[in-house]
């Protein structure tokens, strides 16, 4: 898998300026709060315009603003999982679910909501409404709904960000194993690096709407390194 993603795009008085292509594997998406890291994950879903925007899923592009293309979200095939679940609080889990996969009927290999189901431990929740869930179980969900879409690429924006400290490990290794089981591409947007370092492939770091750092994960605890070092100064001899 390979994403292309070129945008310029200004917000009042803040100027997002990037460019990053990214391959198959996790990559996380870093930096500090108003970076413009969920302003990028919109744009590759097709949730906000930008001023400028080039898109381009492995050969298929999604926009293209000199061309003047440009695809509606929903025809991207992009799972999408928010930092706010937005189930439909008025539906079960299980049609919570199944609203993901309406969209991707007739597509070849589609995905069985009882794989699903059962990779994601949610048999249990199956008749509750997301009123009755714990943060941790409305994200595990949110999971199954974007996978059941049929997604070529998955976009996480700091999903456990609502979840409290002692439930955030329940989530990480579900979505371990929907990574092994689909070989499914994802794109990580977390200002907290321990969250994702021992599972990224891959690391962009923005700062103030720009690139700071593309590469690894051992080039980025590199270049960690030297930062910190750089911050605390020179030993004391």
């Known amino acids: 898998m390979s994403l292309l993603v070129e945008i310029r795009h200004t917000v009042g008085t803040f100027h997002l300026d990037v460019r990053l292509q990214v391959g198959s594997g996790l990559t996380a998406l870093v930096g500090p709060s108003g ?3 969920t302003t990028v ?5 097709g949730v906000v315009r930008p001023d400028y925007g080039l898109v381009r899923l492995e050969q298929e592009v999604l926009a293209d603003s000199p061309a003047g293309t440009w695809q509606p979200s929903h025809r991207r095939r992009i799972g999408y999982v928010f930092q706010e679940t937005r189930l439909f609080p008025h539906l079960t889990v299980r049609q919570n679910l199944l609203y993901g ?4 009927r007739g597509l070849p290999g589609d ?4 794989e699903v189901i059962d990779l994601l431990n949610l048999g249990p929740l199956l008749p509750r409404r997301p009123s009755r869930l714990s943060g941790g179980e409305k994200q595990r969900v949110a999971l199954g709904r974007a996978l059941l879409a049929k997604p070529k690429l998955l976009l996480l924006d700091e999903p456990l960000a609502s979840i409290d400290h002692a439930h955030r490990g ?3 290794p579900y979505l371990d194993r929907i990574r092994a089981a689909h070989a499914l591409p994802a794109v990580y947007v977390t200002h907290t690096w321990a969250e994702v370092a021992s599972r990224a492939t891959h690391v962009v770091e923005l700062c103030d709407g720009r690139v700071l750092f593309g590469g690894s994960v051992e080039e980025a605890e590199a270049r ?3 930062v910190d070092r750089a911050r605390v100064g020179p030993s004391p001899p």
């Not at 996969?101 to 991707?104: E, G």
């Not at 995905?111 to 009882?114: K, M, S, V």
């Open 170 to 172: 329940e989530i990480l």
């Open 111 to 114: 995905i069985a909501p009882d």
């Open 101 to 104: 996969r309406w969209f991707r």
């Open 224 to 226: 960690r390194v030297q």
């Open 41 to 45: 994950l919109n744009v590759v879903a």
């Open 35 to 37: 970076a413009g890291k």
